[in-house]
Each structure stands twice: as C-alpha cells, then as structure tokens.
C-alpha cells in the first residue's frame, strides 16, 4: 500500500497556479498565434530546432505518463494524462495529475486491525 500525497495548503496554491499559467498563458499564446498568425505555425514545423523540441515534449509526455501510472502519484489513467497534455500543455497535465492522487483502497468502513 502506497502512502498518500498530502500537499500543504502553499504546495497545492503553487500547483493549482501552475495549472492555471499552464492552460492559460500557454495555450493563449498558442491560440493567438495560431489564429491571428497561422504562418507562424508552418514556420515552426519546417524548423529542425522547433521540431526536436516538440518531439522531446511528445515523448516526455509519453513518459510521464507511464511514470506516474506506475507510481502511483494520480488516478488518472496515462490515456487521460496524454489527453491534458495535448489540450493543455504539460505545465497545465502535471499539476492536475498530482493533485489528483489515488484513493485510498477502502476497508470497507472498519477500522484495522491490532
């Protein structure tokens, strides 16, 4: 059994703020530039260096997915971390993932034993 995350109340202000900058400041950025300079976009995927980094953000998308699966650290399945991430951006998907942590498995409401 894994011990639950518990967050103080400023750890879980940094996270919720980053979540918002995340799906805000990005995704507005993102957005703007898409609709007011869509060449832009063209531009950034014929660029090598653009390119690279957004295959590394893919794959670190790909692997925290897995990460935090196998830790344990959300209840979010890795389908909806990559889902967050591509509709948010990474900054906006981490945030979320770890402030939903796992249940705890119920003992069906008694208390343990010993």
Do not use: C, K
Not at 3 to 17: C, D, K, M, N, S
Not at 74 to 100: D, E, I, N
């Amino acid at each position: 059994m894994r011990h639950p995350i518990q967050y103080t109340p400023t750890e879980r202000f940094g996270l919720v703020a980053l979540g918002a900058a995340g799906f805000l400041a990005v995704n507005g950025a993102f957005v703007h530039g898409l609709l007011f300079r869509p060449d832009a976009l063209v531009d950034a995927m014929a660029n090598p260096v653009a390119a690279a980094f957004m295959v590394e953000a893919l794959m670190l998308v790909g692997l925290l997915a897995y990460l935090f699966r196998r830790w344990g650290v959300s209840r979010l399945g890795w389908g909806w971390f990559v889902v967050l991430a591509l509709v948010g951006s990474l900054a906006f998907a981490v945030p979320v993932a770890l402030l939903l942590p796992r249940r705890r498995p119920s003992g069906g409401g008694r208390p343990p034993a010993g």
